[in-house]
C-alpha cells in the first residue's frame, strides 16, 4: 500500500554480504553520543571489532551549514580497519538529510542510518530521534528525501517499539519503506532504559519483517551482556543480528570469540586505559586543527572519564585508583597516577 517508488529490487549491500557472511548473525555496536567515537571504534577495532561499526549521531541541520558541516564532520572521522561502518544522522526538517546522505555517502561509509529511537530531551525538542514515532508524514518526507539522495546505497532505521506503549504499527510502517536494514530497540521510549527490553516481542516482529519487507536486514537491540547471550536471542526471535549498547560497557572485548578481559591482570587494564586516553587527545585534544576551527579542543577531557569505569576494574586497588583517576586533568596526571599505582602493586 506504501510508495511503489520504493518497491524497486535494491542492488546487493553489505548488509546482505553481512548475512551471508555471518551465518550465527550480525554483531553490531551500538551507536551512542559520546561513546563511539573514533577513538574508541579504534580500540574495540584493534581488541575485538563487531561485524559493524556505527558513528555518534550527526545532526543534518548542523551539517547543513558550512560552518557546522566544518566542525561536524571530526564526529565522521574514521578509519579502514573500521569498515564495514555506517554513519547515524538525525534531525526534524526533511531538506537537510538529503544533503546529509549525499555527504555520508561521499565521505565512503558503507551505508547512512536514520535516528529514530534517541530519547534524549534535546533530540526530541527538535522533532528528531523517538519523536518521529509521532510523526510519520515528517518520517515519510525524510525517508522519501533520504532514499532520492543517495539511490542504491544502503539506508537503514534506528528505532524503538513506540513512544509512550508499544506500538508495532510503527514497526509496519517503517517496514513498508523496505530499509536495507532496520534496528529495533526493544523498549518504548517511555521506558528508556529502566525496564527490561520486550524479547518476547523479538518473533512477531521478525515474522511481521519477513511478510511486509523479507530483504531488509533486521536487528533486535536491548539488554545483550555477551555474544553468547546474542546468540541465544538470534536463535530464538530468528532476526538476522543482535546490537550492543550498555554491555560494551561490561566487557569491552565484548565482540571478541578468544578473549575476555576480564582474564586480564590490572597492568594489561590499565595500559588499555592509557592508550585509549591517547587517542582521544590525539583527536580531540589542543592539536592544530582543533585549535583553528573551535578555538580549543573539540571535547571536554572529562568525557573521556566514563572509560575509566569499563577499564579500571575488577583487580585489587581498582576502585582507590579509579578515584584518583577520575581526578586527573589530563594525560599526564593521568599517567603519573597510573605509574605510581604499578609501582606500589607490582
Request: aromatic content about 12%; glycine content about 6%.
Amino acid at each position: 500500500m506504501f510508495f511503489n517508488f520504493f518497491k524497486k529490487k535494491k542492488k546487493e549491500n553489505f548488509w546482505q554480504d553481512l548475512k551471508g557472511e555471518n551465518p550465527e548473525g550480525i554483531f553490531a555496536l551500538a551507536p551512542m553520543a559520546d561513546v563511539t567515537d573514533n577513538p574508541f571504534r579504534k580500540i574495540i577495532s584493534e581488541i575485538g571489532p563487531p561485524d559493524v561499526f556505527y558513528t555518534e549521531f550527526v545532526s543534518c541541520d548542523g551539517l547543513s551549514s558550512k560552518e557546522g558541516r566544518e566542525k561536524l564532520l571530526q564526529m565522521f572521522n574514521y578509519e579502514k580497519k573500521q569498515k564495514p561502518i555506517v554513519a547515524q544522522i538525525f534531525g526534524g526538517k526533511p531538506e537537510n538529510y538529503a544533503e546529509s546522505a549525499k555527504l555520508v555517502k561521499k565521505l565512503g561509509f558503507n551505508g547512512v542510518d536514520i535516528n529514530m529511537g534517541c530519547p534524549a530531551k534535546n533530540i526530541l525538542k527538535q522533532a528528531a530521534g523517538s519523536e518521529l514515532i509521532n510523526h510519520r508524514e515528517l518520517t515519510e518526507k525524510i525517508i522519501k528525501e533520504v532514499f532520492g539522495a543517495v539511490g542504491d546505497f544502503p539506508v537503514s532505521f534506528k528505532t524503538r517499539i513506540g513512544y509512550n506503549q508499544i506500538d508495532l504499527s510503527w514497526i509496519e510502517f517503517l517496514l513498508s519503506f523496505k530499509p536495507s536494514a532496520l534496528k529495533v530497540h526493544l523498549r518504548t521510549k517511555k521506558e528508556m532504559s529502566k525496564v527490561s527490553a520486550h524479547w518476547e516481542l523479538g518473533k512477531e516482529i521478525v515474522e511481521m519483517k519477513n511478510r511486509i519487507s523479507p530483504e531488509t536486514i533486521l536487528i533486535l537491540n536491548g539488554d545483550i551482556f555477551s555474544k553468547k547471550e546474542g546468540k541465544e536471542k538470534i536463535k530464538q526471535t530468528g532476526a538476522d543480528g543482535v546490537m550492543i549498547g550498555r554491555g560494551i560497557f561490561s566487557d569491552p572485548y565484548i565482540f571478541n570469540d578468544k578473549k575476555s578481559f576480564k582474564q586480564f591482570s590490572s597492568a594489561e587494564k590499565i595500559a588499555l586505559a592509557l592508550k585509549h586516553t591517547k587517542y582521544f587527545e590525539k583527536e580531540f585534544g589542543e592539536n592544530k586543527k582543533n585549535l583553528k576551527l573551535f578555538g580549543k579542543r573539540s571535547k571536554n577531557f572529562n568525557l573521556m572519564k566514563k572509560f575509566f569505569k569499563v577499564y579500571i576494574n575488577e583487580f585489587s586497588g581498582a576502585k582507590d585508583l579509579r578515584i584518583e583517576m577520575m581526578e586527573a586533568k589530563n594525560l599526564d596526571e593521568l599517567e603519573k597516577i597510573s605509574k605510581t599505582f604499578l609501582e606500589k602493586n607490582n
